[in-house]
Structure formats: structure tokens, C-alpha cells
């Protein structure tokens, strides 16, 4: 295969690497507590974090319980409704580091996630993490490939995380009118279900974020697998009835 069409099928796989870590360890496990997986398959997405984003997860999840917290207000660290769709696309990243820098932040929304060990030595250091990815990169393939693969996955990740934060709450269709969450297939698909951002902020504590079997929601596939062999056990996964609890319940939609 060509190098530069082999970096490119690379970082594409990468990519998805970690858009799977974040939905399914990120955000609808240490996030919204709406799956618990076993311990060795956390530290694998742990590990796949690291290495694909070097995101901490503490600050990710205080920042996105931030999110649904004060979604669309100017606490919200990222409401198209506030900035722009446009800004909130391409600043997102940006966004995302004022946020989780916020000391206040991660000891507001993420008490629950207190700093290991492992993360002092190793997962706290995103350099580290991501030097780790690119010197394998490098040794499999050779510097041209690993830095088109590096860079194509950089981009990509960065653009389909901005892209649920802008693009799923500007565009795209409404199943429940009581958030400014919508839901586009698209987005779905290239991001492991997170495009079915209606559905998330109507039920959050849902594991499943579609609704419909031929919805695509990879994520939740890969939850009902692990689930099958006793890897994940689902808390919760109706998006209807959860919904229908929200609408009737006066204080919830906190995380
Ligand atoms: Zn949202
Ligand atoms: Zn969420």
C-alpha cells in the first residue's frame, strides 16, 4: 500500500480507537455511571486514552458534567447556542483545555475520580502517552507513514469531538423537545453512537444512545458483547423510559 494511504487507514483506525475509549470508558461509564465494565477491560481503555488522546479523565468528566449541567447557559464550557456553532467546532479543543484547567472544575464535577498512582507516574502525562503511540507508529510503519497516520488521527479526533459539541447541537433532528441536543446519523456512525446527542441529554444514565435497532450506536454493540460474556454490566439502556422519568422528575438532568 502506498505510505501515504496506508498513514491515512492508520490514523482512521486509531481514530476509532479512541472515539470507542471515550464513549464507552469517558463518558457512559466514568461520566454518567451508565455502564460498569471489569477491571482489566477499564484499564485497557485507560491505557487507549492515554495513548490515543492524553486526555485525563477526571477533567474530561468534570468538564462534560459541566456540560450537562448548565447546558446552553454561559457555564456551559461549550454551548453553540452561546459561542456559535462555528467557534465551538474549530475552538473546541481550546475550550475543552480552559475548562479542564480550572482546578474548581475537576473538584466541583469530579470528586469521584481522585488521582491513582498510575496517573502521577504515567496517565497524567499526556506527552508521554501520545510520544509512546507515535514512537510504535514509527517502528511498525517508518516516519512518513506514523506522521501522516499521527497527524490524520489528530485532526480527525479533534474534529468529531468538536463536531458532537457543535454540530449535534445545532443540527440535525429532535426526538425529545426538551433539549437543545440533536440527533444526526452520520455523526453516529463515525463516533461509536455519540451523534445521537437528542437521545444522550433526554436520558443520560442510558448506556444505549439509540432508540431503534437500525439506529447506529457501535458503542452500545460492543456494550451488549462485553455484556454477553460478563465483561460490562448495563445499569441502564432504555432511552424512553428514562426520558419519560426526566420530563416527570423536577431536579435531575445534573449528570
Ligand atoms: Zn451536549
Ligand atoms: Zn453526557
Redo the contacts with the bound molecule.
Sequence with gaps: MHPILLGIVVGFVITQVAVFSTTLYLHRELTHKAVMFHPVINEIFRFAVWISSGIRPRQWVAVHRK??AH?DTTEDPHSPKILGWKKVQLMNVFLYRKAANDDTTVASYARDLPQRTTDRFFYDHAILGLGLLFTGLVLLFGFVTAGIAFGFHAILYLGLSGS??SI??HFGRKTFGTNS?TNVTWLALLTAGEGF?NH??AAPTSARFSRKWFQADPGWWIIKILSSLKLADVRHSDVDKLANRVTKSSNFVKI
Design positions: 456540560h450537562h447546558t458532537v459539541n449535534a447541537h441536543g446527542h444522550h441529554h
